[in-house]
């Protein structure tokens, strides 16, 4: 695959940029890594939950005894039974100074259901079936209430309250000089309304965990997570101290944001607590899409106005989200959106109105690209049109409107780190080479780009930290020890590099212990791109302080000054060849007293909450630019559209392994397309009709082409070696580039996710309409 | 609970099991046999993960009932290799990266390897539709068909 380095490192490294297989690949391909479920605990019991079958309904009565009469039921609570029956959300052990961003689920319903597959109650019993069949026992009358199943009716007076403080759970507003008086005054202005749609994260593991209580007393849960920190939302619902409670985290069978929010770790904790046993809760495929928050549909209304040369002057956008029935992270995720609806481009007049109102809907929380790749449908489908509008070329209008380092965004913040936007859109548009021909004379092609910006790391006001412990074992290999959960995207693996790149080792000779709350120094959760960029500085600072300590007593034992000294092939190396071999080292360390291990805090840069209305500075330590550029082939007598062709650029700061690199662009890519093309969760006022894997649809490989990465490495970003997060940006380009290639094979503009066949062929008039 | 003796073959070792007879394939090798490295993704019989030879063909785990089974040969992702020596395509999916969450991958191994066993030289093509009934949710695919077909290739080199 081809990958270019634009600015080549300066430095000369050994490990770091290597295409290094990773040390959990063996383990995983001969099928010995134990993820959630497959972890067992002798006299385990299992749980299950009762859910709601109403979007809405008032729950009159419950009675659980047929369900505890039943032999070989441990347990069956109830909202009653839990001593803290809300659980806080907000973001864990961080502060907690974000005020309306705090959201608030409740463990079990309480009087009221508010969307299909709300829990109501919880189950242990002897087996899996058991614990089934006797929620199905426990006997609910409910009465159903009307419900709101869409945010435009949810806003309106007089609609049905999903809770009683109203249905608009947030809203954010960004302006930025005078966008109605600069719309005026603009040659041109295009406008367009865009929807998109509930999806699931649908990774293959569904949630799983199992939770017992060990010798010293402490709750411990070993769950399917991206954030072990949710150890002190399991302490708080039951009342107990946060250092009564422990989650491992074992290795994530795929989490997309979707392992962000608490799945089964609270249920395990009540169960575990009351029944004093061990209990082991996994959720079936048709519970996980039934129950599971989704992400966040948006209606999306753009107008945007450019000078007749294709200077962009103003853009106005209007934001409307889903929140479903409970906050989760609507708030966040909305600011998100907001924040980055005007694209990568420099515009001077923009407004943001953005808001999202609470329906009966199942909830809709994190997932990869955590609102900001909503938007890229937007204001890209915006560009495209404007760029016929105007008859400028769509990469040429791009380049002229680009943002680039120094440039302000509309919330005033100033782009402190290389800006790839460009660039991005050029290298991914002329590697697509020639045009491809249609196969048949009723297929048509067309080419299509679209660029993006993504945040990565937390918002600067969370004040978010990361740390990491790395040791050197007394034969001179080396311990990593760290809270970071690895998802999937190669975490883990990443941090031994970079640990084995500044301690002169090689990648076999370090260990990493990751994810466990009670072992592992905490490093914050595995989402928001921020692994790579928190985990690996924090690990990268251990790692220097530690080689400065073990330099300074090498440098005694060669008679040599430690500024010499080289680390290398597991020795310290000076200048005229003499080395010591690190083994030696630990021995003379712990003769002398001097500490074989560092720990250290990474504190990425903080600041305050600003006032997004007014303006005034940093909402994001940085963010991630990139584009894509696809080739389409449109059947014109079915609306079938098929992605000839993928390319997709990214300047990833410092690729730290390249082939991770890679398996992070093409796999968001494909998440990506599944997104414009074909997944959806259908909702027929609240009722979910896709729990099924075969009615909620997630690309196979004959549904997508080999995405071919192009790896910018600007060496400027705020990670470790220059290096920025790659996980979620390329998730977002897809549907708006296939969307960009439709109207370019086929002259028709399709705004509304996912382009099925069928919305394809009403565009062209297949259907007749009575 | 209307309990069936079944014997079969897993991994070259003759079993017997005794349970009810509407239990799958997946159900027994996971929770009586001890057999994890078979997953458990949809239960439905459609995402591939809990793929296990039956005879030699693929078969989704979930979707069998354990009387079907009765007098067959199981094999798992355990029966590639041989005791730590790893399959040359599982040694291919580890170099290439084609592990990402490593969740789908034991199953896609198996279809892998029965598709090769029956088309030694095949196109790129042909091994994007063999695995089509496997799906991942993390590597776009991408680097599992390089893995397959670079064993493909060297198996070809060889003759
Ligand atoms: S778990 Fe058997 S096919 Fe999905
Ligand atoms: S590697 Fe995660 S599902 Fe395939």
């Known amino acids: 695959m081809a990958r270019q380095v634009l600015h080549p490192p300066k430095e000369r490294l050994r490990v770091v940029g290597q295409r290094v297989t990773r040390h959990d690949a063996v383990d995983k391909v001969q099928a010995r890594t134990l993820y959630a479920a497959d972890w067992e605990m002798p006299a385990m019991l299992h749980g299950a939950v009762l859910r709601s079958p109403y979007p809405s309904a008032r729950i009159r009565r419950i009675d659980p005894s047929p369900a505890r009469a039943l032999p070989g039921v441990a347990a069956v609570l109830l909202a009653s039974d839990v001593p803290n029956n809300t659980l806080w959300t907000d973001v864990p052990g961080q502060t907690s100074e974000v005020g309306a961003l705090r959201a608030r689920i409740h463990v079990l319903a309480d009087g009221v259901v508010r969307y299909q597959g709300e ?11 058991l614990a089934q069949q006797a929620a199905e026992l426990i006997v609910v009358e409910y009465e159903p209430c009307a419900g709101v199943f869409d945010p435009v009716a949810a806003l309106q007076a007089g609609a049905p309250k999903v809770h009683d403080e109203g249905n608009l759970l947030a809203s954010w507003k960004i302006r930025c000089g005078d966008s109605e008086a600069a719309l005026a005054r603009a040659a041109v202005v295009v406008e367009g309304t865009y ?10 593991e569904p949630e799983s965990g199992v939770a017992w209580i060990d010798s010293d007393g402490v709750l411990v849960i070993r769950v399917s997570t991206q954030v072990i920190e949710h150890f002190r939302a399991v302490a708080e619902v039951l009342g107990l101290a946060h250092n009564k409670v422990r989650v491992i985290g074992p290795y994530v069978g795929g989490g997309f944001g979707g392992k962000e929010d608490v799945t089964v770790e609270v249920f395990l904790g009540l ?27 948006f209606v999306l209304r753009y107008r945007t106005g450019a000078t007749r040369e294709g200077e962009l002057v103003a853009q106005a956008v209007d934001l409307l989200a889903d929140s479903g029935a409970y906050a989760y992270l609507s708030a966040l995720v909305l600011m998100y959106a907001a924040v980055t609806a005007a694209g990568p481009y420099r515009v001077p ?20 690209g955590f609102g900001a790749m909503q938007m890229v449908l937007g204001y890209e489908s915006q560009m495209d049109q404007l760029a016929r509008r105007l008859g400028i070329d769509p990469v040429e209008l791009r380049v002229r409107n680009a943002l680039v380092k120094g440039d302000r965004l509309p919330i005033g ?45 937390r918002i600067v006001w969370l004040h ?5 412990w790395v040791g050197f074992e007394m034969d001179g290999s080396l311990v990593v020890r760290t809270g970071t959960p690895d998802v999937g995207g190669g975490q883990a693996s990443s941090l031994c590099q970079i640990a084995a790149e500044v301690l002169g080792l090689d990648v076999g000779r370090v260990s990493i212990h990751i994810a466990d709350s009670a072992l592992t120094p905490l490093a914050g959760t595995t989402t928001a791109t921020r692994q790579l960029y928190m985990s690996g500085n924090a690990v990268l600072q251990a790692s220097t302080v530690l080689r400065r300590q073990i330099l300074e007593v090498a440098a005694r034992m060669l008679e040599t000054p430690a500024a010499a000294l ?17 083994a030696a080292v630990m021995k003379e360390c712990a003769r002398s007293g001097v500490s074989r291990s560092a720990l250290a805090v990474y504190h990425a840069p903080a600041g305050d909450p600003i006032d997004l209305e007014h303006g005034g500075g940093r909402v994001f330590p940085d963010y991630a630019f990139g584009a894509h550029a696809v080739d389409v082939e449109v059947d014109t007598e079915t609306g079938h559209v098929r992605v000839l062709r993928h390319i997709a650029c990214h300047d990833v700061g410092r690729a730290i392994n390249p082939q991770s690199v890679e398996g992070q662009i093409q796999g968001g890519a494909v998440m990506g397309l599944g997104y414009g093309l074909m997944e959806e969760v259908v909702l027929d006022h609240g009722v979910n009709l896709s729990t099924l894997f075969a009615t909620y649809l997630i690309p196979s490989s004959l549904d997508v082409p080999d995405v071919e990465p192009l790896i910018v490495e600007s060496g400027e970003g705020k990670g470790p070696f220059g290096a920025r997060g790659i996980g979620e940006p390329p998730i977002a380009p897809p549907a708006a580039a296939v969307a960009n290639a439709i109207e370019d094979a086929v002259g028709v503009r399709i705004t509304e996710l996912p382009i099925t066949p069928e919305r394809v062929a009403r565009a062209l008039g297949l259907f007749r309409d009575p | 609970m209307n309990e069936r003796a079944v014997a079969f073959i897993l991994n070259g070792q003759s079993r017997e099991v005794h349970v009810p007879a509407h239990h799958t394939l997946l159900d027994v090798l996971r929770d009586d046999l001890g057999a994890l490295e078979v997953k458990e993704g949809c239960g439905e019989g459609v995402c591939g993960t809990c793929t296990v030879l039956l005879d030699d063909e693929p078969v989704s785990a979930c979707l069998l009932l354990i009387p079907r089974v009765a007098g067959r040969r199981i094999t798992t992702v355990r029966g590639l290799g041989e005791g730590e020596t790893l399959h040359p395509l599982q040694e291919a999916f580890a170099i290439n990266g084609a592990a990402q969450c490593g969740f789908c991958i034991p199953g896609m191994l198996l279809t892998a390897y029965a598709f090769l066993r029956d088309h030694p030289t095949p196109s790129r093509e042909e091994i994007r539709r063999a695995i089509a009934g496997n799906l991942c949710r993390c590597t776009g695919y991408v680097k599992i068909i390089d893995a397959i077909a670079r064993v493909a290739d060297g198996r070809a080199g060889r003759g």
């Open chain 1, 271 to 297: 169960l575990a607590w009351r029944t004093r046993r061990p209990v082991k809760m996994t959720w079936t495929r048709q519970e996980s899409l039934l129950a599971r928050p989704k992400r966040h549909p």
């Open chain 1, 195 to 204: 929807r998109c749609q509930f999806i699931d994260h649908a990774y293959l």
């Open chain 1, 566 to 582: 080289e680390m290398r092939e597991g020795a310290a190396v000076a200048p005229h060849g003499q080395r010591v071999a690190l």
């Open chain 1, 464 to 468: 978010d930290w990361a740390s990491a």
């Open chain 1, 119 to 129: 829990p109501v109650a919880l189950v242990a019993a002897e087996t899996r079936e």
């Open chain 1, 413 to 457: 913040q100033e782009l402190d780190t290389h800006v790839a936007v460009a660039e991005a859109a050029r290298r991914a548009w002329d590697a697509l080479g020639p045009r491809p021909s249609p196969s048949t004379p009723e297929h048509r092609v067309g080419r299509g780009l679209a660029c993006n910006m993504q945040p990565y790391g």
């Open chain 1, 349 to 368: 007049h923009v407004s943001v109105q953005a808001r999202v109102a609470y329906t009966n809907n199942p909830p809709t929380s994190a997932m990869r």
